[in-house]
């Protein structure tokens, strides 16, 4: 049975996470809540939990489990169909935003930026099939199929997901999914 959510409950979230819960009325809850696309800008959600690891994620999908609130994963904002709000608890990836290549593959944070991505590719002399606008979460556009201007010759950002580590719906676990390919070695 869902139960509204305390100032204790919200402590508790916070002393279990390595992230930070940003809330209504705290410094930083304005600029938080708001994402890039200006029709979504009036949505208050409860809480805007910036993740730092899995385990974050997978914390505060529980809360927001045991109080029946809607979730919505942020991880640029971009989203026109306004999928990254929420009046529930947004949870922002931003902070998991690392990005690693070794041999021709690449380990990109869910919190990562495309401009990001392409600037650790290009030091490898490596692309993707993606859009060109920097400040788009990666995971938003991987998870969307990810148009992009290399599309035609190279397909979709999403056909060269090799494996992501994934916090399941219910907030009790996580896992990983792998495509069972093999990456191309580097040209």
């Given at each position: 049975?869902?139960?509204?959510?305390?100032?204790?409950?919200?402590?508790?979230?916070?002393?279990?996470?390595?992230?930070?819960?940003?809330?209504?009325?705290?410094?930083?809850?304005?600029?938080?809540?708001?994402?890039?696309?200006?029709?979504?800008?009036?949505?208050?959600?409860?809480?805007?939990?910036?993740?730092?690891?899995?385990?974050?994620?997978?914390?505060?999908?529980?809360?927001?489990?045991?109080?029946?609130?809607?979730?919505?994963?942020?991880?640029?904002?971009?989203?026109?169909?306004?999928?990254?709000?929420?009046?529930?608890?947004?949870?922002?990836?931003?902070?998991?935003?690392?990005?690693?290549?070794?041999?021709?593959?690449?380990?990109?944070?869910?919190?990562?930026?495309?401009?990001?991505?392409?600037?650790?590719?290009?030091?490898?002399?490596?692309?993707?099939?993606?859009?060109?606008?920097?400040?788009?979460?990666?995971?938003?556009l991987v998870l969307g199929g990810g148009?992009?201007?290399?599309?035609?010759?190279?397909?979709?950002?999403?056909?060269?997901?090799?494996?992501?580590?994934?916090?399941?719906?219910?907030?009790?676990?996580?896992?990983?999914?792998?495509?069972?390919?093999?990456?191309?070695?580097?040209?």
């Open positions: 049975m869902p139960r509204p959510i305390t100032d204790r409950d919200w402590g508790a979230l916070q002393g279990a996470i390595a992230g930070e819960v940003v809330l209504p009325g705290s410094p930083g809850y304005e600029l938080a809540r708001k994402p890039p696309i200006a029709r979504f800008q009036d949505v208050r959600p409860q809480a805007v939990v910036r993740c730092a690891t899995p385990s974050d994620v997978a914390e505060t999908i529980s809360l927001a489990s045991r109080a029946g609130l809607p979730i919505a994963a942020r991880s640029g904002g971009h989203c026109f169909a306004g999928n990254s709000s929420t009046q529930g608890i947004v949870i922002d990836v931003t902070p998991m935003r690392s990005v690693s290549v070794r041999d021709g593959v690449a380990t990109v944070g869910a919190g990562a930026r495309l401009g990001d991505l392409y600037d650790a590719l290009a030091a490898h002399d490596l692309t993707i099939p993606a859009g060109c606008g920097p400040t788009v979460g990666i995971a938003g148009l992009g201007i290399l599309g035609r010759g190279h397909g979709l950002t999403s056909d060269h997901l090799l494996g992501a580590e994934v916090v399941l719906a219910d907030g009790r676990g996580r896992g990983s999914i792998w495509s069972g390919r093999t990456p191309k070695p580097p040209a």
